[in-house]
């Protein structure tokens, strides 16, 4: 099996979509997109999102001791793609808030999860896995931003449709 097929494969896997916010050690926020996000435990709270090794966002994670998680809606569907980028350089259109801790997030979300970052990270293949005690939560309101099949899409409005042509049953 070959890494594309196996993406398309997990593309096919509707998820939510957060954007991972952190600083640096000397107070600059980074922020990225992230899919790869999940609940881990009641008992304590515990979630988890796995951030590529080339992503500038992981170096911050691994010298981080907070990090938040931003669930967005669709009305920040511009958002997630401007953390999708790489190169983010013109902040000024991302509206910023705090959680309890001091830590930024963005304003608007379905919902901010405040996190204490609980070592060690896992690793996982070309990615590392970070798992975060939530300490705060802040629930909001809207429709959730959804990514499939490699785009983001908005319930009701964007029909959900794989891109790719059926192939054999098992590749």
């Excluded at 009305?75 to 001091?102: H, N, Y």
């Amino acid at each position: 099996m070959d890494s594309r097929t196996f993406r398309q494969a997990c593309g096919r896997f509707a998820t939510g979509v957060t954007v991972i916010t952190a600083h640096t050690e000397d107070g600059k926020l980074h922020g990225m997109t992230a899919n790869a996000f999940s609940s881990l435990s009641l008992d304590p709270p515990l979630i988890l999102v796995a951030v590529d090794k080339t992503a500038t966002t992981h170096a911050v994670l691994h010298k981080a001791e907070r990090f938040v998680v931003n669930i967005l809606t669709t009305a920040q569907r511009e958002v997630a793609q401007f953390f999708a980028q790489k190169e983010k350089t013109d902040w000024s259109r991302i509206e910023l808030a705090q959680t309890p801790s001091g830590q930024s997030c963005l304003a608007g979300n379905l919902a901010t999860l405040d996190c204490q970052l609980y070592p060690p990270p896992l690793e996982g293949g070309d990615h590392t896995i970070f798992v975060g005690r939530v300490e705060a939560v802040e629930l909001g309101e809207g429709e959730p931003l959804l990514f499939y099949s490699g785009q983001f899409l908005e319930p009701g409005v964007d029909a959900p449709t794989a891109t790719t042509p059926k192939k054999e049953r098992w590749v």
